[in-house]
T-cell receptor
Framework: DAGITQSPRYKITETGRQVTLMCHQT?????MFWYRQDLGHGLRLIYY???????DKGEVPDGYVVSRSKTENFPLTLESATRSQTSVYFC??????????????FGQGTRLTVV | QKEVEQDPGPLSVPEGAIVSLNCTYS??????FMWYRQYSRKGPELLMYTYSSGNKEDGRFTAQVDKSSKYISLFIRDSQPSDSATYLCAMSADSGYSTLTFGKGTMLLVSP
C-alpha cells in the first residue's frame, strides 16, 4: 500500500533499554521527520532528514539517534529509554516543490510507554 | 512566552454552528501558516496552507492571517460531527518543514 507506515503502533519498554521505531514511505519523498507529541507540549521536532545520508537535529534531539541509508526508511532509535520519552511519536514525509515546501504526510503514530 | 499559543479547549458546539479557532504567535518572522486536523489516535493531516497575510477559503473552511496582530484563525461553517477533532496551527519563517512550530492544538467537539 502506498503511504507512510510506522511500526510498531504500540510499544512498552523498560527504562535503559534500546528501542527502535520504524518509518517507511512509498512516495520517495526527499524530506522525512520525526516528531513527538505530548500533552501540554504539542508536536515537537526531534530529527529530520533532507535526503538519504543527510540528517539534522530538531528541537528535542537529546537521547535519540536517527539514520537514513535509504530514501524510504527513517528509523528512530532511543539509545537508553527514559520515562520522559514516554510519548506518541509521529513520522512524516514531504517533497518540496521549488521554493515552497508542500504538504507533510504523517504516519499513524507509535505510542511508546517506558516503564 | 511560547512562540505559538493556542487554547486547548475543548470547544463544544452544536451541529451547524460556525466555529472559530485561533492562534497567536510572537515571532514576527513567521510567514507560512498552516492548519492541521488530527482525529483521535491518528496522525495530523493538512487542512489549510497560507502564505503571508490574507484569507484563504476551501469549502466550509476559511483561514485568516493577520500578521500585524500576529493572529491566525480558522473558521468552519456549518460544522458537522465529523469535524470533531483536534486542530493544530503551525507556522514557520521559511518554507522548510524543519522550522515548523506547532501550537498545542484545540479539541473541537460538534454534537448532533
Amino acid at each position: 500500500d502506498a503511504g507512510i507506515t510506522q511500526s510498531p503502533r504500540y510499544k512498552i519498554t523498560e527504562t535503559g533499554r534500546q528501542v527502535t521505531l520504524m518509518c517507511h514511505q512509498t512516495w520517495s519523498h526527499s524530506y522525512m521527520f520525526w516528531y513527538r507529541q505530548d500533552l501540554g507540549h504539542g508536536l515537537r521536532l526531534i530529527y529530520y532528514s533532507a535526503a538519504a545520508d543527510i540528517t539534522d537535529k530538531g528541537e528535542v534531539p537529546d537521547g535519540y539517534v536517527v539514520s537514513r541509508s535509504k530514501t524510504e526508511n527513517f528509523p528512530l532509535t532511543l539509545e537508553s529509554a527514559t520515562r520522559s520519552q514516554t510519548s506518541v511519536y509521529f513520522c512524516a514525509s514531504s517533497e518540496p516543490q521549488g521554493s515552497m515546501n508542500t504538504e507533510a504526510f504523517f504516519g499513524q503514530g507509535t505510542r511508546l510507554t517506558v516503564v | 512566552q511560547k512562540e505559538v499559543e493556542q487554547d486547548p479547549g475543548p470547544l463544544s458546539v452544536p451541529e451547524g454552528a460556525i466555529v472559530s479557532l485561533n492562534c497567536t504567535y510572537s515571532n514576527s518572522a513567521f510567514q507560512y501558516f498552516m492548519w492541521y486536523r488530527q482525529y483521535s489516535r491518528k496522525g495530523p493531516e493538512l487542512l489549510m496552507y497560507t502564505y503571508s497575510s490574507g484569507n484563504k477559503e476551501d469549502g466550509r473552511f476559511t483561514a485568516q492571517v493577520d500578521k500585524s496582530s500576529k493572529y491566525i484563525s480558522l473558521f468552519i461553517r456549518d460544522s458537522q460531527p465529523s469535524d470533531s477533532a483536534t486542530y493544530l496551527c503551525a507556522m514557520s519563517a521559511d518554507s522548510g518543514y524543519s522550522t515548523l512550530t506547532f501550537g498545542k492544538g484545540t479539541m473541537l467537539l460538534v454534537s448532533p
